[in-house]
């Protein structure tokens, strides 16, 4: 068999070679790189991965916006296995953050806004020395609410009964603010008027043991939490508004001693910011209390504390003192309010919260100033948290 071959003429092979060699060098550097991207120097580490920031909401960093040292210093130990490789979000708003900031300069105040909805933390801020987590203050009338819905939900009071406004036969030497005599008055009336000799009534009939459930119910004792803002909050033996006393009871409203003495927990009693504006939060939400957080991560805990009609009808009665003008300071047009002020041993107390028949936002504010001047800043800053939905001031 004849075996035929076929010779490739040298000419026609150049091209071929010439074509590879010009592949090769056009990948040479890729080929290079790849070899020598695992190739590290003896005792190099590995790059580090990017730390993680708390951040408000819009993005902005927590440490870049004002009031807020504790708060950004606590949640970077709190978060901090987090914060190793991603960021921790808040609902902080930063517009809100400065408002309220720059709404507190004048004189020592603390002020803590929360979203309604979620029970997340809006802003907080203190001036002057006052702490938002921290300093404690009598609130006076601001505990009033809790009385009538624990009122009006056990039936010891109805909407027409007639308490007494004078202090003529109420227990031991009680009286309204400036010697005030009310008359015969109903529990709304005494909201508005923040009555102390018709609230002393309201306890007496409730009992010393009712008022102090009434007052754990809500969270207000040396136990209480704050949601994962707890960790903010100064505890100390004694702290919080049911402080130890006889029979297990400590001073609150209607508790009258073995002297015949009436204690009055709205001015012996001590509550934080923070602790005021989730009293606030609960108002607001008909009785439904929601512990405070700052972190968007999961839900909060909800739980109810009284009915919901109860709830309406002191949310109702709230709004109709504001609107009457009965709460220093917080009327106005436009966007309805619904509050209260108290004011016991030289410090005020203001809880508020808006738009009153389908709240959004609720706030506390405290400080030295009177109830007018604290009033006035609380339905300011309720207006700016709630100007970026229009729907809100229908």
Same mark, same amino acid.
């Given at each position: 068999?004849?075996v035929v071959?076929?010779?490739?003429?040298?000419?026609?092979?150049a091209? $071929?070679?010439r074509?590879?060699?010009?592949?090769?060098?056009?990948?040479?550097?890729a080929l290079l790189?790849?070899?020598?991207?695992?190739?590290?120097?003896p005792?190099?580490d590995?790059?580090a991965?990017?730390?993680g920031?708390?951040?408000?909401?819009?993005?902005t960093p927590?440490?870049?916006?004002p009031g807020?040292?504790?708060?950004?210093?606590?949640?970077?130990r709190r978060d901090?296995?987090r914060?190793?490789?991603r960021?921790?979000?808040?609902?902080i708003r930063?517009?809100?953050q400065?408002a309220? @900031?720059n +709404?507190?300069?004048t004189a020592?105040?603390a002020?803590?806004?929360?979203?309604?909805?979620?029970g997340?933390l809006?802003?907080a801020?203190?001036?002057h020395?006052?702490d938002?987590?921290?300093?404690?203050?009598?609130?006076?009338?601001a505990?009033?609410p809790i009385?009538?819905?624990g009122?009006l939900?056990g039936?010891?009071v109805?909407?027409?009964?007639r308490?007494?406004g004078?202090g003529d036969? +109420?227990?031991g030497d009680?009286r309204?603010?400036?010697?005030?005599?009310?008359g015969?008055?109903?529990?709304?009336?005494?909201?508005?008027h923040a009555s102390?000799?018709?609230?002393?009534d309201?306890?007496?009939?409730?009992s010393?043991?009712t008022?102090?459930?009434?007052?754990?119910?809500v969270?207000?004792d040396?136990?209480?939490?704050?949601?994962d803002l707890s960790?903010l909050?100064a505890?100390?033996r004694?702290?919080g508004l049911?402080?130890?006393g006889?029979h297990?009871?400590?001073?609150?409203?209607g508790f009258?001693?073995?002297r015949?003495?009436?204690?009055?927990?709205? +001015?012996?009693?001590?509550a934080?910011t923070?602790?005021?504006a989730?009293?606030?939060?609960?108002?607001?939400?008909d009785g439904?209390?929601?512990?405070?957080?700052?972190t968007r991560?999961g839900?909060?805990p909800v739980q109810e504390?009284w009915?919901?009609?109860v709830g $309406?009808?002191?949310r109702?009665m709230?709004?109709a003192?504001?609107h009457?003008?009965? @709460?220093p300071?917080?009327?106005?047009s436009?966007?309805?309010?619904a509050?209260i002020?108290?004011?016991?041993?030289g410090t005020?107390?203001v809880?508020?919260?808006?738009?009153?028949d389908?709240?959004?936002v609720a706030?506390a504010l405290t400080?030295d100033?009177d109830?007018?001047?604290?009033?006035a800043?609380?339905r300011?800053l309720l207006?700016r948290?709630?100007?970026?939905?229009?729907?809100?001031?229908?």
């Open positions: 068999m004849d071959t076929t010779a490739v003429h040298p000419r026609r092979r091209p $071929r070679l074509a590879a060699v010009a592949i090769a060098l056009a990948l040479l550097p790189a790849a070899g020598c991207a695992d190739v590290t120097e005792g190099d590995p790059p991965p990017r730390p920031v708390v951040r408000a909401a819009g993005g927590l440490a870049a916006l807020l040292e504790r708060l950004t210093a606590h949640l970077r901090a296995a914060l190793r490789h960021d921790v979000r808040t609902a930063p517009a809100l400065a309220l @900031v +709404g507190l300069r020592p105040a002020g803590v806004v929360l979203d309604v909805r979620s997340r809006l802003a801020a203190g001036s020395g006052r938002p987590w921290r300093t404690r203050q009598a609130p006076g009338a505990l009033y009385l009538a819905a009122a939900s039936g010891k109805t909407a027409t009964t308490l007494d004078t036969d +109420g227990p009680v309204n603010a400036g010697g005030a005599r009310l015969p008055i109903t529990i709304g009336a005494a909201l508005e102390r000799t018709a609230f002393a309201v306890a007496v009939r409730l010393a043991w008022v102090d459930e009434l007052l754990r119910r969270g207000f040396a136990r209480a939490r704050a949601g960790g909050v505890r100390s004694g702290a049911t402080p130890t006889a297990g009871v400590g001073p609150v409203p009258v001693d073995a015949g003495t009436y204690q009055d927990a709205g +001015g012996r009693a001590r934080t923070l602790e005021l989730q009293l606030a939060l609960t108002l607001a939400s439904r209390r929601t512990d405070a957080g700052v991560a839900p909060l504390r009915e919901p009609a $309406r009808r002191v109702g709230l709004a003192a504001v009457e003008g009965a @709460v300071g917080m009327r106005g436009g966007l309805r309010v509050g002020s108290g004011r016991a041993r005020t107390a809880l508020a919260f808006a738009p009153a389908r709240p959004r706030l400080g100033e109830g007018a001047a604290l009033g800043r609380a300011r207006e948290a709630t100007d970026a939905d229009s729907d809100l001031h229908r």
